[in-house]
Structure formats: C-alpha cells, structure tokens
C-alpha cells in the first residue's frame, strides 16, 4: 500500500460530517470519491470537503476509482451489501455501528471480509474519546489497585417530548431496539476497553416516550470475568449538568481499593482517595472538537496509522462481535426476566 491511503465514502448523512472532516485533517489521506443514493447530495458533499468525485451508485465508485480504504457511514441495511462489494474487489472496509443490524449479518461480513483478505473494521469511536484512555492509563498503573464496580449514567437529554430525535437523526424513532442497540452499545464497548471480557448479563428495559418504536431507558448490569460489575444506568429523556450534554453524554464513576474515579458531562476527572473527602483533578490533555472529545478523528487516525504500517487495528469486526452477543444478551434478559450468561467466541 501507498503512504497515501485513497478512502472513499459511502452514505452523506449528519454524521457523515464529522468522517470528512477527520478524514480531510489526515496528512496520509486523500478522500477520492463520496456516495449518497441522493445525488445531488453527494455532489454538495464532495464540493464541502472537496473530495475528487460524487456518486449515486456504490458499484460505479468502487469500479472507476483506485481506493484502499472505504468508509461505510450509511444505515445498518446496507451494510452486508457494501462490505460484500468492497471485498469482491479487495478493498479494506471501516463500518459505522450499529455494526449490520444484527449478530448473524455481522458474523457473515466478518466472514466474508476474511475469505477475501481484507481488513473490516467497525467504526466504534467511544473507546477513543480521551478521558477513556486517560481513566484506562490510570487504572493500568494500579494506583487505586482492584476495581470493584463501574457506573455509567447516560443523560443525554435528548428523547423527550413529540419531536424526540426528528431535528438530528429521525430514524432512531423507528429502531424497534433503540436504546442499547444503538447507544448503550457504546458503553458495553468502553465496558470492555477498560475491564475485559463479560461474563453475565441482567437487564431491565423500558420505553418512557410513546412517539418512538423502541426502549429509551433502562438498567443493565455485566458482570465481567474479572469480576468487576459494571452498570449502564440510562435514559434518554434525563439530562445531566454539563457545558455541551453530547459530550460525554453522561457521568461515570469507578470505584475501587484505594479510592474511585468520578467523569463528569464537561470531561473533567477526579480521582478521590479511600477515607478522603476532598477529590482531586486528573490533568490530562485533549482537544474539544467535532464529536466527544475529537474521537471519530482519533479512531482514524489509528485506522490509517496500522494500515500504513500493516500492524492489526484495534477495532477489527471479529473483536467486535462480542459486543453484538452481549447486546443480544441484554434483551434476551430483559424478555425473560433472568440473568444471561455471554459466551464469548
């Protein structure tokens, strides 16, 4: 491969816009083509960020544009169909989350990326957000020795009332499984980024606002191998106090042997030691901009940073399916009220 990585696009949605720009800030990257199934959209995306050419039809980019690198921003239904075009012509694939809508879909494009070579990597950016590598540096040096439990409460702010979602993303109205499916998710993923593997999983979910299809709320508890118990406590109608409430879009707290570790909605760590009252600051830099912290950019920037040097990504699909298990898990115990063991492949 060149060291210049030749990525194209697919799908110009809201998010799309914090990709291209990632992309646009990557000395490495030069981004060749974009696709919508709305032209016009495509060509009004690709004169923004000015990429070199706009279609209307993935089979026509891939065919007459040299690409290492496509990045799927489109919705989960299309997902199996662009991984099986890329890989038929030996393209490495970077999918956005929900990871193709399902665990069996997903479990045949990780398949199918492996029989023909390629890389396929999922697009999950939380992991990536800086305050969670700095508590994973923390943790690692041992400082406040053993974990016990973890608490994550999602309070974005943004599910209440007629209107929920319609001014930013619609769709997640119509998501059958929406809370966890589509934002919970993300702290499963950090779950594991921190503390391993899961071992269990109980859930109780409910849906507050009646305008949507899916659950807006809930309790999950995973009990990870390690035996620490980490809790999503989530809701989408609540908030949480913070300068931007989609930038962390919650508060955590890690409670360990010597002391706990608090996140708070404005990024900022304290760490307060056992049998203290006072906490104190974890200093650490990052920048704000774009999505939580800069992460779709710092995902990408490894993205391009292994691919260039041939060393493994750290988000391959394969890795990621366990995420999927343990996502299935999680309405598999809330449909019947008991406790799910996760295997893990």
């Not at 489109?74 to 169909?81: D, E, G, K, S």
């Amino acid at each position: 491969m060149t060291q210049k990585l030749r990525v194209a696009t697919l799908g110009n949605g809201y998010f799309s816009q914090f990709h291209h720009r990632a992309w646009r800030r990557i000395p490495q990257v030069t981004l060749v083509a974009t696709c919508d199934r709305d032209a016009a959209l495509a060509r009004q995306t690709a004169g923004q960020f000015e990429i070199g050419q706009a279609y209307d039809q993935l089979d026509a980019m891939l065919d007459n544009t040299t690409i290492d690198l496509l990045d799927v921003i489109a919705p989960p239904a299309v997902h199996l169909q662009a991984i099986k075009a890329a890989a038929a012509r030996g393209i490495n694939v970077i999918c956005q989350k929900p990871f193709c809508g399902d665990l069996a879909t997903a479990e045949q494009a990780v398949e199918i990326a492996r029989a023909a070579g390629i890389k396929l990597i999922v697009h999950e950016n939380f992991r990536f957000q800086p305050w969670y590598h700095a508590i994973s540096m923390l943790l690692a040096s041992g400082e406040l020795g053993a974990v016990f439990s973890a608490t994550f409460r999602l309070r974005p702010g943004d599910g209440g009332g007629p209107d929920a979602y319609l001014a930013r993303q619609p769709y997640f109205r119509d998501m059958k499984r929406f809370l966890v499916h589509e934002t919970g998710i993300h702290i499963v993923d950090v779950f594991r980024f921190l503390f391993g593997e899961v071992r269990t999983v109980s859930a109780k979910l409910r849906r507050l606002n009646p305008v949507i299809a899916g659950e807006d709320a809930g309790l999950v508890v995973l009990e990870m191998d390690n035996g620490v118990l980490a809790t999503l406590d989530a809701n989408r109608l609540s908030d949480h106090p913070a300068e931007n409430r989609r930038l962390t879009m919650g508060e955590m707290l890690i409670e360990a042997e010597h002391g706990s570790i608090a996140l708070n909605g404005d990024g900022e760590i304290s760490i307060r030691r056992l049998g203290t009252n006072q906490p104190r600051p974890l200093p650490y830099t990052w920048r704000d901009e774009d999505f939580g912290g800069d992460c779709v950019f710092r995902l990408q920037r490894a993205v391009v940073d292994s691919l260039l040097s041939d060393l493994p990504p750290v988000n391959l699909a394969a890795a990621y399916l366990n995420n999927l298990r343990i996502e299935d898990a999680v309405y598999e115990s809330d449909q019947q009220g008991r406790t799910i063991a996760v295997f893990a492949a």
